[in-house]
């Protein structure tokens, strides 16, 4: 086993007073692709930050290749890349932008060679661009360049946080090909924010969950926020959008959010064991997870999407396609507060 | 576009740097004088005469006679032509003027509308300030503690006047004569001006202006001028030996002649009185 | 009323017969204004960049303070510059009273409030992106520093302009610490005071458009280089 890219441990990272990262443990091993999901707010650009080393974290250690590294230094300087989330660009043309990090490095490197390399990397015509003021691109076209300025870089670590999200389709298209080609050829290690799920599912050889600043889970559960509703004695959860009642046990408090681990499809909707509650909804994804080869279904009940992970065994059994009705199970002691 | 800003950079701290090496060497005299004096274009006239006969250079700064008083005091000249007599022998008595020499004088005149509604017309100062009060016509005063200013306040005293500090007829302008002048025509009033400045306005105008000399020629209405050199014991890097020549030359036959023929707009100026 | 049209011919024939006392103003205004622009701009976006970068005790007090230091008037600084300069004063003994970098100094005090005011506001406008993209990119703390202060060059650049605008303008300072002195310190500004208190409104008229044609060559020179970039 080699050493970990990165190992984290005892990470209580603030701003202003308050918690926003609070993570044991963690390791990344090199050349993996690790997605980082999450809602808003959960403290993945944070971790990304921490991971960029661009920030020391206020307590804890964060260990790169084995070794505590700081900000500013070489290996933080020119081993690790972090494209942050909305496109920007520094206020030159084109190709200063992307050669900025190269003249950095001096050591008298073909800078347009490489430049123009990775230009193409995101499919972006040199000559067309190469001279283009930064004010005169689209969000996706400028997202790209500062893609292709880090890639220019060759680094050891990638890290995008919301790749995709402001970006046009063909661009988001890209910029996924891209990154992936680096890790591909360069063996650079990619660890990726995104809402994208589907995306992250079919690339990923990790997906961290990321709730509260807390990492739980192997991204495999579903996880449903407050507010909750009394719906009768001793009895609490949430009428869906079609009626349907979930079902949960007393919450801590309204913010409280709640794990379900859906345990069980099947095609009737007839109660089998009296602690499980039955849920009606429609398969609106199915992915492969690479690694594995498990499947990966989200189903929709109501307004909410429930992860559920099969064999492909399960998947043939069932016939599963997008758009066909199907029954969940997850049993109400098995649910888990945060 | 970097390298410019960095050269353009370089070449303003060389320029930059250049001229305060040169300023020690050369002979130069600093002259505080007054603004009236000044305007009147007789330094102008002088000192490049001065500068023929001795090589030495003059800078003169042209402020109000009690700010010039008080550069002399803070040693920031080394000389001063000024016209307040009771305020230049203080000046010396506290030790920071020597060798005051009277070198010209001009006089003072009352100017007021040609209709003259107070009837100032050849009446003696006393006489025509007293007029002035009792009809209570509109008189403007410089207001600014200038040699003007303070001769115009010795002859309110010298007529058993008090100033007339609150007075709604009297107008303090706190500005120099010619705006002190205009004042007064605006209001149809009257004012006290030197003649130098009185020429000159009436050129302004063409020969016609709305204020005519209504009273002169009254031995109170002298304004006398002299040089001042800075006390030496008192400020150390004085040039005083400079000054000395300064006013010994001003004094001299020529320099006397030179003020003598001293015309502003074909009108003599100046009376030359410096004793030898 | 007509000395508004006097002054607009006069301005031509001042500069087209190449009166010497004009260009010798003209030569005094642009020197010293020079000067202090230059110097200003050397301190002042440095002290400017680092009080809108850095996160300190007294941050907000100090900004306050510079921007209540924006509106000193200028015969009050000349009035302090005098009294430092003046022979009994402290720097008496450098000889700087009546000279142009005596202004100088009296008109970088001026404008040096202006450029650290806006350039730290430029600083603090700039993106927090922008330093997550230059470190990735591999810059130390000095490329981190200086590249900063290059992407927020368009706001530092209208601070500059602001107090070029104050100090071409100032008449309090040139006159107090000046002197008005013919030939030497008297510069634009000055001669205009000296005219109009002469009563030769026409002269300050011309004198005035002739500084106003200065304050546009440059500004239009300014504008090119703005364009280009």
Redesign the interface.
């Known amino acids: 086993m080699d050493t970990p890219i990165y190992e984290i441990r005892s990470l209580n990272h603030s701003y202003a007073g308050k918690i926003v990262l609070s993570i044991e443990h963690l390791t990344v091993q090199p050349a993996s692709i690790v997605g980082l999901v999450g809602p808003n707010g959960s403290g993945k650009s944070s971790l990304l930050?921490l991971l960029?080393l661009?920030e020391r974290p206020t307590q804890g250690k964060i260990l790169f290749n084995g070794r505590l590294v700081e900000?500013?230094s070489d290996e933080a300087?020119?081993q690790?890349?972090?494209?942050?989330q909305?496109p920007?660009?520094?206020?030159r043309n084109v190709l200063n932008n992307v050669s900025?990090?190269l003249k950095?490095?001096g050591n008298g490197m073909d800078v347009g060679q490489r430049a123009k390399e990775a230009l193409s990397l995101v499919g972006l015509p040199f000559k067309d661009f190469v001279r283009r003021p930064w004010s005169a691109l689209s969000g996706g076209e400028a997202q790209r360049v500062?893609l292709a300025?880090?890639l220019a870089?060759k680094p050891k670590v990638l890290l995008l946080d919301e790749p995709t999200a402001s970006v046009d389709a063909a661009s988001a298209q890209l910029i996924k090909e891209a990154s992936l080609r680096a890790r591909q050829e360069l063996g650079t290690t990619l660890i990726i924010a995104s809402h994208d799920w589907q995306w992250l599912y079919e690339i990923c050889d990790a997906i961290l969950h990321l709730f509260k600043g807390r990492i739980f889970g192997t991204g495999r559960e579903t996880i449903i926020f407050g507010p909750w509703q009394k719906l009768g004695t001793e009895k609490w959860g949430k009428i869906l959008s079609d009626g349907q009642r979930l079902l949960v046990p007393a919450p801590p408090n309204q913010e409280a959010a709640a794990v379900i681990d859906v345990w069980f499809v099947s095609e009737d909707g007839s109660t089998i064991a009296g602690e499980d509650i039955v849920l009606g909804g429609t398969v609106s994804r199915l992915s492969l997870e690479r690694k594995t080869g498990q499947l990966f279904a989200a189903i929709l009940v109501g307004d909410l999407s429930f992860t559920v992970e099969l064999t492909s065994q399960q998947g043939k059994e069932h016939t599963l396609f997008p758009g066909k009705t199907i029954f969940i199970r997850y049993r109400l002691d098995q649910i888990k507060w945060i | 576009m970097k390298r410019l800003f960095l050269a353009v950079i370089c070449l303003a701290l060389i320029v930059y740097f250049l001229p305060v090496s040169s300023l020690a060497e050369e002979k130069v005299l600093l002259m505080a004088t007054t603004t009236s004096t000044d305007n009147t274009g007789l330094l102008d006239y002088l000192i490049p005469k001065f500068k023929e006969a001795t090589g030495i250079e003059v800078k003169w700064t042209a402020t109000g006679t009690g700010k010039a008083l008080k550069l002399g005091e803070n040693c920031d000249v080394d000389i001063l032509m000024v016209h307040a007599p009771a305020a230049e022998k203080k000046f010396v008595a506290d030790g920071f003027g020597v060798d005051r020499r009277e070198i010209m004088y001009n006089d003072f005149v009352i100017i007021g509308p040609a209709a003259d509604p107070a009837a100032l017309k050849g009446k003696s100062i006393k006489d025509a300030l007293q007029a002035i009060k009792a009809q209570q016509a509109i008189f403007a005063s410089r207001g600014d503690n200038s040699g003007t200013h303070k001769k115009e306040l010795s002859l309110w005293k010298a007529a058993e006047l008090p100033v007339p500090e609150k007075e709604t007829w009297y107008v303090q302008t706190g500005q120099g004569m010619l705006a002190t002048i205009n004042i007064a025509a605006e209001r149809s009033g009257y004012t006290m001006t030197d003649r130098g400045t009185y020429i000159k306005y009436e050129d302004n105008l063409k020969g016609n202006p709305p204020l005519k000399i209504l009273v002169e020629g009254d031995a109170a209405l002298l304004n006398q001028y002299s040089v001042i050199a800075v006390n030496p014991k008192h400020c150390a890097k004085a040039k005083y030996d400079l000054a000395t020549q300064f006013s010994e030359w001003i004094a001299g036959a020529e320099a006397q002649q030179l003020i003598k023929d001293f015309k502003l707009l074909g009108k003599q100026l100046f009376t030359p009185n410096a004793k030898m | 009323m007509n000395f508004l049209l006097e002054g607009f011919f006069q301005a031509f024939d001042l500069l087209l017969s190449g009166n010497a006392e004009t260009y010798s103003a003209i030569w005094a205004t642009v020197t010293v204004s020079s000067y202090s622009i230059g110097s200003s701009l050397l301190i002042g976006i440095p002290l400017g960049f680092c009080l809108g970068y850095f996160d300190f005790r007294g941050k907000k007090p100090l900004r306050t303070i510079v921007d209540t230091m924006m509106a000193l008037p200028t015969v009050f600084i000349g009035l302090l510059v005098y009294a430092f300069l003046t022979h009994r004063g402290p720097l008496g003994n450098f000889a700087l009273l009546f000279t142009l970098p005596g202004i100088a100094i009296g008109q970088t005090i001026l404008a040096l409030p202006i450029v650290i005011g806006l350039s730290a506001t430029a600083v603090e406008s700039l993106d927090p992106k922008l330093r997550i993209t230059i470190m990735s990119m591999g810059a130390n703390r000095r490329q981190l520093f200086i590249s900063s202060l290059w992407e927020a060059r368009h706001g530092i650049l209208a601070g500059a302009i602001a107090a070029y605008g104050r100090v071409m303008t100032e008449v309090g300072i040139s006159m107090m610490v000046g002197g008005n002195i013919k030939w030497h310190t008297r510069t634009i500004t000055t001669a205009i005071a000296l005219e109009t208190n002469k009563g030769q409104f026409g002269m300050g008229v011309a004198l005035g458009l002739v500084l106003l044609a200065i304050a546009f060559a440059v500004n239009v020179s300014v504008s090119f280089l703005r364009r280009r970039d």
Request: a positive charge.
């Open positions: 930050r960029g661009i900000p500013f300087r020119f690790v890349t972090l494209l942050p909305e920007f660009l520094m206020k900025y990090g950095l490095r500062a300025a880090r870089l």
